[in-house]
């Protein structure tokens, strides 16, 4: 199983609301990502997850809050939006071999495309 | 830091044309190099990439070679289909890195 697999596919919410986002793996990967990416525009790394730790944070605004469950599943939790968080978000995943001097390739899920009104 | 340079898009061509896209990149170390590619309304999908210098990676017809010499990495393809209609991203991560360095992304669209 090479899928990286995300849900919702879309997702409206008022800037009122609280949500979550779910992305899942099953290769073994111990490195899982969130990325934000606009019309137009390359993806934009918001978090990294290293064996099960968060260990990038890009500055991303509190109203994003990630969570690493286990090695398989990545969350991302959402609270008082705002319109300008309108965007597709991106899940990945790869194998983290940074210690051992090698880098894997990033898995991208199918994204969710996140409204806020 | 690093950076990665594509050449500006939107490229149209022709069904069978030869497909060019150029990427250059700028780096400390030594990076892998990448090439995604994203069709309408999907996530971004592996391409091929290459490790190390005078690789070449390949897949679906596509090909590009690490040039250390000219830090390039450019994307070519002999014969182009309408199906190859998306977006590329030439992107890089250097060695121990997690973080993917992507280009702005190249718009192709493919006329039958």
């Known amino acids: 199983d090479t899928e990286v697999t995300q849900t919702p596919k879309h997702l409206v919410m008022g800037m009122t609301n609280k949500k979550s986002l779910k992305c899942e793996q099953h290769m073994g990967h111990r490195a899982m990502y969130w990325y934000k990416q606009k019309a137009k525009k390359p993806p934009e790394l918001m978090f990294v997850y290293s064996y099960e730790k968060l260990s990038i944070n890009e500055s991303v605004p509190s109203r994003f809050s990630p969570e690493c469950p286990n090695s398989s599943l990545l969350n991302l939790h959402l609270h008082a939006l705002q319109p300008e968080d309108s965007a597709l978000y991106l899940c990945a995943s790869s194998q983290d071999r940074r210690l051992a001097g090698i880098y894997n390739e990033q898995f991208f899920g199918p994204g969710t495309r996140l409204t806020v009104l | 830091g690093d950076s990665v340079t594509q050449m500006e898009g939107p490229v149209t061509l022709s069904e069978e044309a030869f497909l060019t896209i150029n990427c250059t990149y700028t780096?400390?170390?030594?990076?892998?190099l990448f090439w995604y590619v994203q069709y309408p309304g999907e996530g971004l999908q592996l391409l091929l990439k290459a490790t190390k210098a005078d690789d070449k990676g390949s897949n679906k017809g596509f090909e590009a070679t690490y040039r250390k010499e000219t830090t390039s990495f450019h994307l070519e393809k002999g014969s182009v289909q309408v199906s190859d209609s998306a977006v590329y991203f030439c992107?890089?991560?250097?060695?121990?890195?997690?973080?993917?360095?992507f280009g702005q992304g190249t718009r192709l669209t493919i006329n039958p």
């Open positions: 992107a890089l991560s250097d060695q121990g890195a997690q973080k993917l360095v």
């Open positions: 780096a400390t170390g030594y990076p892998s």
